[in-house]
């Protein structure tokens, strides 16, 4: 959560009006974070994944909207390492 607070803090800083759904972790959340931004009106979104994604929290949302997404990746090492991962 501190990666995403400095992330937020960040566009903020450019002068942007950033709608923070906080954390979508559930098909639930996923249809909530929809609605919320489907008011919003958004125009990009920002998508930080931490370690994963699954399609189930991830689609409900950008699958709704024609806007560009931008997928950040924040991890103290280039890649993930998938034999350990696994």
């Known amino acids: 959560m501190g990666y995403h607070k400095m992330i937020c803090r960040q566009l903020e800083e450019f002068g942007t009006e950033v709608v923070n759904a906080g954390m979508v972790d559930s098909p639930d959340s996923a249809r909530a974070t929809s609605d919320l931004f489907k008011t ?12 994963y ?24 090492v280039p890649a993930i390492d998938y034999e350990k991962f696994n």
Do not use: C, D, G
């Not at 919003?40 to 370690?51: A, R, Y």
């Open 40 to 51: 919003s009106n958004i125009e990009i979104i920002f998508l930080f994944t931490s370690t």
């Open 53 to 76: 994604a699954l399609s189930s929290t991830v689609l409900p949302v950008v699958q709704r909207f024609n806007v560009l997404v931008v997928i950040l990746n924040l991890q103290l």
